[in-house]
């Protein structure tokens, strides 16, 4: 899997990490453009390959009551509308397997959520589309056991497959990542860090997701130390009142100088 076979990607040639990034799930247009187009300004002053994420469902929630969507067409062709009107490839998850086409119709990458990521109809579905499928490990799986993954969508014909890390349970309510693991992965596939679902509380009492945003660029680092050729984050210029996963996202504002920083480290690393 080349990274330049994505359309519309830039910056491929940087030698930087690449970038999944946007908000946890698609509100509104207005809401996607502006936080896209102040993603996409900060990735071409530092030269990362980017590519906007946006949830079109929110298939997994603690409580029937929580924000799943805006409707899936809806929210699928602002998703297409963001990738014309700002020439960036696009990611979003999907959950069940008549997903994958319709999805595949609207964005670049089909993302396959941590908790699916062991349901061989869902990924061989996402395979089928010939779109790039990027591979959540599960919370409760092992770094070698994602090289299964990786082959069915191997089996299933095709070789656009990258695997993201986004921690392990560590008790009944937290995560921790285990960047032993990362070596291990890239063997299998290109290696993402999925740096702010990492650092969610889930299973909190009140239904309600907690995280540690504070921890983002502790956990950043180390995955740039480390070697991962990329980072997913979601950011929102509003966290404390996103619609989903606002406690463990980025603030858009801090976005660029933590950018800043990582690219620097990339760029030490790549020395050494």
Not at 21 to 46: H, Q, W, Y
Not at 254 to 265: R, V
């Amino acid at each position: 899997m080349q990274l330049q076979d994505i359309p519309k990607i830039k910056h491929t040639n940087s030698n930087n990490f690449f970038l999944l990034c946007g908000p946890c799930a698609i509100e509104s247009e207005d809401m996607a453009f502006r936080i896209a187009e102040r993603v996409l300004e900060i990735t071409n002053k530092l030269e990362i390959p980017y590519i906007f994420k946006g949830s079109f469902k929110k298939a997994n929630r603690s409580r029937i009551d929580s924000f799943t969507g805006i409707g899936d067409e809806k929210a699928l062709e602002i998703l297409a509308k963001v990738s014309e009107k700002f020439n960036v490839p696009t990611v979003t998850d999907i959950h069940e397997v008549s997903d994958a086409a319709k999805a595949a119709q609207y964005v670049d990458v089909l993302q396959i959520p941590a908790f699916l990521v062991r349901q061989t109809d869902l990924v061989v579905a996402a395979a089928k589309t010939g779109k790039v499928v990027n591979l959540k490990k599960g919370q409760f799986m092992s770094p070698e056991a994602m090289k299964h993954a990786v082959q069915k969508v191997k089996d299933a014909g095709s070789d656009k497959a990258w695997i993201t890390d986004r921690g392990t349970m560590f008790g009944y309510q937290d995560m921790i990542v285990d960047f032993r693991g990362i070596p291990t992965m890239r063997e299998f596939a290109p290696t993402v860090l999925d740096v702010t679902h990492s650092l969610q509380q889930p299973n909190q009492s009140a239904g309600v997701t907690g995280g540690r945003p504070d921890m983002i660029e502790t956990i950043a680092r180390a995955g740039i130390v480390n070697n991962v050729d990329g980072l997913f984050i979601e950011t929102h210029f509003d966290p404390a009142n996103a619609k989903s996963d606002g406690a463990n996202m980025l603030h858009l504002d801090n976005l660029e100088g933590l950018l800043t920083n990582l690219t620097a480290i990339r760029k030490l690393v790549n020395t050494l």
